[in-house]
Each structure stands twice: as C-alpha cells, then as structure tokens.
C-alpha cells in the first residue's frame, strides 16, 4: 500500500505578507540612525554649514535615532500590526511636511545650504512614506479578514 502526503501547514512556512514592508522598515531604520548619529556628532559643523542651530541639531538627532529603534522594533515583530504600520506612515508623512516647513518659514537661520539639506530631507522621507504605505497595502490586502 502506498500513501501520498500532501504537504501540511506545519511543513509549509507561512508566506511573510508584510515581507516588503518588513524590508522599507529596516533600510529606513538603518537610513535614520545612520542621520541621527551624524547630526549628534557632527552637529557643530552642520550648523555652520546650513545656519541650523546646534542644539536644533542635538535635539534633532536624538529623535532619529529614537525613530529609528522604533523602526528596529516594528520590523521585528512576527506579525506586524496595521495599525504600527499606518503609524509610520503618519509620522514619516509629517516628518516629511515638517521638512518643508523649517525649510522655508524662517524658524531657523538656514541658509541656502541648509534649505537644500531639509528638502533632500523631505525628499527622502516621502520616498520611505510611499514605500512603506505599499507594503501596508500589500500587507492587508494579502492578509486575511479577522
């Protein structure tokens, strides 16, 4: 007598859905700390060079570097939740506009310089927005209803 086995889900590995969005958060991560440890350490001549203020520097950099850990943190989950997801999205979409804002409102002494560096900012950030909001879609839409 011959039996055949169909493979089992315990055999089969489950399909990572959230594998892209995985992938954005983690090169976004590395990307953010790797800005926050440059602002934190070379926050005197970035302030020469752009008019931005050294402690708007510090204080700037300690805060990627906390997004960025959070960043770590959510990639890491096994099943990463939407609603994390559509978190980052947000912040990074206002982080994108807050880019802009400073560029351009005369919060800061910027000069020309230091414009160029937050628009390549912004423009950066709203690139891992749109990503990150494809593997969200990506995610949920490949994601079974609960």
Same mark, same amino acid.
Do not use: E, H, K
């Given at each position: 007598?011959?039996?055949?086995?169909?493979?089992?889900?315990?055999?089969?590995?489950?399909?990572?859905?959230?594998?892209?969005? #995985?992938? &954005?958060?983690? *090169?976004?991560?590395?990307?953010?700390?790797?800005?926050? =440890?440059?602002?934190? +350490?070379?926050?005197? !001549?970035?302030?020469?060079?752009?008019?931005?203020?050294?402690?708007?520097?510090?204080?700037?950099?300690?805060?990627?570097?906390?997004?960025?850990?959070?960043?770590?943190?959510?990639?890491?989950?096994?099943?990463?939740?939407?609603?994390?997801? #559509?978190? &980052?999205?947000? *912040?990074?979409?206002l982080c994108a506009?807050?880019?802009? =804002?400073?560029?351009? +409102?005369?919060?800061? !002494?910027?000069?020309?310089?230091?414009?160029?560096?937050?628009?390549?900012?912004?423009?950066?950030?709203?690139?891992?927005?749109?990503?990150?909001?494809?593997?969200?879609?990506?995610?949920?839409?490949?994601?079974?209803?609960?």
């Amino acid at each position: 007598m011959t039996y055949t086995l169909s493979p089992s889900a315990a055999t089969v590995p489950a399909r990572d859905t959230a594998r892209f969005l #995985r992938l &954005v958060l983690r *090169v976004d991560g590395v990307s953010t700390a790797v800005m926050g =440890v440059v602002l934190l +350490a070379a926050a005197a !001549p970035l302030g020469s060079a752009t008019g931005m203020p050294v402690a708007f520097a510090v204080a700037f950099g300690v805060f990627q570097i906390g997004g960025a850990a959070c960043l770590a943190l959510i990639a890491g989950y096994p099943v990463i939740p939407p609603a994390l997801a #559509r978190t &980052v999205v947000a *912040v990074n979409a206002l982080c994108a506009v807050g880019c802009v =804002v400073m560029a351009f +409102a005369d919060f800061m !002494p910027l000069n020309g310089f230091g414009t160029v560096f937050l628009m390549i900012g912004a423009l950066i950030v709203t690139v891992y927005t749109a990503l990150q909001y494809t593997g969200l879609r990506r995610m949920t839409a490949a994601s079974p209803p609960r």
